[in-house]
């Protein structure tokens, strides 16, 4: 855990060098139309850098790259145990460079600089080195077959991997998805979020320092609608993996339909519900970690516990301790080690957050928050902010929002509590307290969610598959399944004499 100080923090922004062109066939690249955008820090305003602004020319070149190198089989043939040496040193190298990674998720898209170098920074070096381990524990398969034939069941790389990653967690679902897609040896473009594709740069020259060869692993900045569409149109890309809202995943699937059938894997919106019954007896954690899933990284996750169901009987007590944890978690500068919650990513976010906030007031009890604040007179800052006896047929309860702001749902009986929480577009993940065994895995079998959290909230690991079910998405990141979407099964079938 790093002890840096707020003014420590600020001293290492001063001297970090932005890496801000493209990185294509192992180099730094200005974008072929020499265009650039500005990444800009939404806790101070403040221009970081300029950044190439890829376009279709740009996607081409990259494919090109990713292409060659696959074909050459410089990784793709390379030996298991050759692959797993190298991205068990990428692992090292992010471990190396922690507070750097780190302090580039802060400043480009406003995430508590604590957060990332505890909690992602470390995640992403992880998933690299479990990913690793893995390469050479995978068996191919022998089919029970008669005598005289020998059937063997291959799995092999699908080729060049489109990966599209959000703002919210930059480094960590960047190595989400190219920790898998190079350890089953594919080749990558990876198209980094507009607002916050800083940490990826790096990782991609870090890959190159462990030992990845030129072409393997491409980052494209630049715009979704452009850049991304690109991608998801190009003809030599075999796979499209994409994390980000659900209308933008299913203009991936047009990409394909559009192009050439590329598989399209989709981990898209969420709009989690937190079911709190009134036989839990461990209230205090209940109240701690309903906080925790709605106001970590400023509400800006995917699976965000953003619903909160409670039984009627202890709703009071549970929302008066509630907003009290929230006065506790109020936004501060993201360098500052003492704050509680960081910056929205930007104007437009923060913006969209005030309008659902203003609409819920018309409709439902603000308890808490409600309102933008600034630090030093700037920002992208919102306050905790919770609405209770919130209809479940209400906006702030069915849209996705992505900030800090928890609509608090009463119910009476399980089987209601069951009706709203599965009244959803989404199926992302969803958690439940009690105490009764029984009533946990019958709630929990019954709920429809990729992943059900009981006694705590979005529980996740290395081990275990993410991923949802319903407009949420389709495909698993993570634990051995994630190798599912990045490779492809063949059979060999050999006819002999006996």
């Not at 005030?354 to 409709?363: A, D, L, M, Q």
């Amino acid at each position: 855990m790093s002890e840096l100080t707020f003014d420590e923090w600020k001293k290492l922004s001063n001297k970090i060098t932005f890496r801000n062109k493209a990185f294509i066939n192992g180099k730094f690249v200005d974008s072929i139309s020499k265009k650039t955008f500005d990444s800009i820090n939404p806790a101070t305003e403040e221009i970081i850098t300029s950044v190439a602004e890829c376009n279709e020319k740009d996607i081409d070149a990259a494919v090109k790259a990713a292409r060659t190198s696959y074909e050459k089989g410089y990784w793709s043939k390379m030996p298991p145990a050759e692959r797993k040496a190298i991205l068990l040193k990428l692992a090292e190298l992010i471990r190396l460079n922690l507070e750097e990674l780190a302090l580039l998720d802060s400043l480009d898209m406003g995430k508590l600089v604590l957060d990332a170098v505890t909690i992602d920074a470390p995640g992403s070096a992880m998933f690299f080195q479990w990913h690793a381990e893995a390469i050479d524990k995978m068996y191919d398969e022998i089919a029970p077959t008669g005598p005289g034939d020998l059937a063997m069941v291959t799995r092999e790389p699908l080729g060049v991997i489109g990966a599209v990653v959000p703002w919210n967690f930059p480094l960590d679902m960047a190595t989400w998805k190219a920790s898998a897609a190079l350890a089953a040896g594919n080749s990558l473009v990876l198209k980094p979020a507009e607002q916050s594709p800083l940490s990826s740069l790096r990782l991609a020259e870090l890959a190159i320092e462990a030992g990845i060869p030129e072409g393997v692993f491409n980052v494209v900045p630049g715009f979704g609608e452009v850049a991304g569409k690109a991608l998801g149109l190009h003809p030599d890309v075999d796979c499209i993996a994409f994390t980000g809202s659900t209308p933008v995943g299913k203009l991936f699937q047009q990409y394909a339909g559009q192009s050439n059938m590329k598989q399209v894997w989709l981990e898209t919106g969420g709009k989690s519900p937190n079911l709190i019954f009134a036989d839990c007896n461990d209230l205090e954690s209940a109240v701690n970690m309903s906080a925790f899933g709605i106001f970590f990284n400023q509400g800006e996750v995917c699976s965000a516990n953003s619903r909160l169901l409670v039984e009627k009987s202890i709703q009071k007590e549970f929302v008066i301790r509630l907003i009290e944890k929230a006065k506790e978690t109020q936004p501060g500068n993201p360098l500052d080690p003492q704050s509680k919650m960081g910056a929205i990513v930007n104007e437009e976010q923060t913006n969209r957050i005030v309008s659902y906030i203003e609409e819920g007031k018309e409709r439902a009890d603000l308890v808490t928050g409600g309102n933008r604040v600034f630090i030093d007179s700037k920002g992208c800052f919102i306050q905790p902010t919770i609405f209770n006896n919130v209809n479940p047929a209400d906006t702030i309860a069915k849209e996705e929002i992505f900030g800090p702001v928890l609509s608090v749902i009463p119910f009476e009986t399980e089987e209601q509590a069951l009706k709203i929480a599965n009244e959803s577009e989404y199926g992302l993940a969803a958690s439940v307290w009690t105490d009764d065994l029984s009533r946990a895995l019958r709630v929990s079998d019954n709920l429809h969610a990729g992943t059900v959290s009981i006694n705590t909230v979005d529980a996740l690991n290395t081990v275990t598959p993410f991923g949802g079910v319903k407009q949420s998405g389709y495909g698993k990141d993570l634990s051995l399944h994630s190798f599912n979407k990045y490779t492809s099964l063949k059979t060999k079938w050999i006819k002999y004499k006996t």
